[in-house]
């Protein structure tokens, strides 16, 4: 009977110990179970992009929307001002592009911190005959794995 290894990642949890509880259950020796946890990376979350990384979070939409938003209003309101629409336009345009860039730029830390606390990932490896597989897929599967595969020819 082939062996092979089932492979699945977790995050750390009560549903983890659950998953091994349950394997041991079905005949799962626990030598044949590694568990590896993963450290958080401790490296400073940055904020602006470059043209190598990118995390998909943008701090200039809201600057963009609010510098469109005031420059439409200074220009609007400029023609009863005194130092005309172009001025006020202007003048709408820095201050709702700054405006915009600073709540983007709070919003954006407050986001980043929130994921500092999340708990860390934890890799599950177990040694088991292909006829077990199934079981085994399903016991990870009920409990939350966040995936799951397997590496044959063990």
């Known amino acids: 009977m082939k062996?092979?290894?089932?492979?699945?990642?977790?995050?750390?949890?009560?549903?983890?110990?659950?998953?091994?509880?349950?394997?041991?259950?079905?005949?799962?020796?626990?030598?044949?179970?590694v568990i590896v946890?993963?450290?958080n990376t401790t490296g400073e979350k940055k904020l602006f992009d470059t043209?190598?990384?990118?995390?998909?979070l943008s701090l200039f939409d809201l600057a963009a929307v609010l510098a469109t938003v005031f420059s439409?209003?200074?220009?609007?309101?400029g023609f009863m001002w005194k130092w005309g629409p172009i001025?006020?336009?202007?003048?709408?345009?820095?201050?709702?592009?700054?405006?915009?860039?600073?709540?983007?730029?709070?919003?954006?830390?407050?986001?980043?911190?929130?994921?500092k606390a999340l708990n860390t990932e934890v890799i599950l490896i177990i040694k088991c005959k292909e006829s077990e597989f199934q079981w085994v897929r399903n016991i990870l599967s009920e409990n939350l794995a966040f995936g799951i595969g397997k590496l044959m020819d063990v």
């Open 3 to 33: 062996e092979m290894q089932v492979i699945s990642s977790f995050e750390y949890s009560t549903s983890l110990e659950m998953a091994i509880t349950q394997l041991e259950e079905i005949g799962i020796l626990t030598e044949d179970i």
């Open 37 to 39: 946890p993963l450290e």
């Open 51 to 56: 043209i190598h990384r990118s995390d998909g």
């Open 72 to 77: 439409v209003l200074g220009t609007s309101y």
């Open 87 to 115: 001025i006020w336009g202007l003048i709408g345009l820095a201050f709702g592009a700054i405006l915009g860039f600073i709540i983007d730029y709070l919003l954006t830390k407050k986001r980043i911190a929130k994921k």
